[in-house]
């Protein structure tokens, strides 16, 4: 096998991923790229500066390290996609065509994209969302989501690319400090709250989201990326899920280690992209194809986020 090509390699994702197939694979078999330059473990291994938004620089990378597998991650979160409608385009559209073309033409063979809860509107039914349910996104974010995901399926089915994708709820970890999602304030609010300083939260109390401890994610992610072909009957984005919750109770479990932590609700227009998304996600099909199972709820991702964070120095990401 060759190498292993992450773009947006310094985003909340990119950095966790990197470091557990650097763990199985070895330090030099996976190549860290970003548009910014390496910082934390991310200097630790091969790293080049790269921007997806060049399509020859990204073959060039490709030819030069023998490149086998692209997880392409670089990406404007929900946020900040509403704020700039064309780059939002050119990074999260135009860089998966420069992906797929390559991915086509150089025999790449296997491609990590990751789509989000996102690509729901409000059409869609919001407790247990399935797989299949009317998608109709109403945010930027949203529509280039689905968008990728239609173009994933088409060059599986008309170029035989091997492109796999998960629908991310929102993440959470705590090794890094993710700017410009809706669901951000999940991670923010444990800095906050182990700062001894209220939280002042962009969304309302009750706005229930669909969320996804860091383990977990990393854990669908590679069980997805290992499992046989024949096994996988979804080539837009497969639904994960891993819990729910809405601020007041993500606070409430916080107070169970931290009584004094108090928040308060200023919603702003991140409260209409919230507002748009599921409560819930249905995962089934990814738990029948390829044994999908979270292990973590809102109790045991806090506990061990209060226990584990006092001992990091998290990194600002702005990419998934
Ligand atoms: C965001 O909030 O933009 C992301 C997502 C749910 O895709 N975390």
Known sequence: ????????????????????????????????????????????????????????????????????????????????????????????????????????????????????IAVFGPDAISNGT??????????????NKLTGEQWCAYYHRVFGVDVRSLRYPGLIGYKTLPGGGTTDYAVDIYH??????????????????????????????????????????????YNVAGMSFNPAQISDSIRKHIPDFSITYEPDYRQNIADSWPNSIDDSTARADWGWKPSYNLTAMTKDILEKLPGYFPVLSENL
């Not at 399935?130 to 529509?143: A, D, E, L, R």
């Open 1 to 116: 096998m060759g190498k292993i090509l992450f773009t947006g390699a310094a985003g909340q994702l990119g950095a966790e991923l990197i470091a557990e197939l650097r763990h199985r694979h070895g330090v030099d078999s996976v190549l860290a790229t970003d548009i910014r330059a390496a910082e934390g473990i991310l200097k630790e291994g091969p790293f080049e500066l790269l921007d997806v938004t060049d399509e020859e620089a990204i073959r060039a990378i490709i030819k030069k390290h023998d490149i086998s597998q692209i997880y392409h991650l670089a990406a404007l979160l929900s946020a900040k996609a509403e704020k700039d409608i064309p780059l939002s385009r050119k990074l999260n559209i135009g860089s998966l065509h420069h992906v797929l073309n390559a991915a086509r033409d150089l025999n790449i063979e296997r491609v990590f994209w990751p789509s989000s």
């Open 130 to 143: 399935p797989q299949n349910s009317p998608c109709n996104p109403t945010t930027v974010y949203g529509i």
């Open 192 to 237: 906050k709250a182990l700062a001894g300083e209220p939280f002042s939260c962009f969304l309302q109390a009750d706005t229930m989201l669909p969320m996804m401890y860091m383990e977990d994610a990393i854990n669908a992610t590679l069980k997805l990326m290992d499992a046989e072909p024949e096994k996988l009957s979804i080539r837009t984005s």
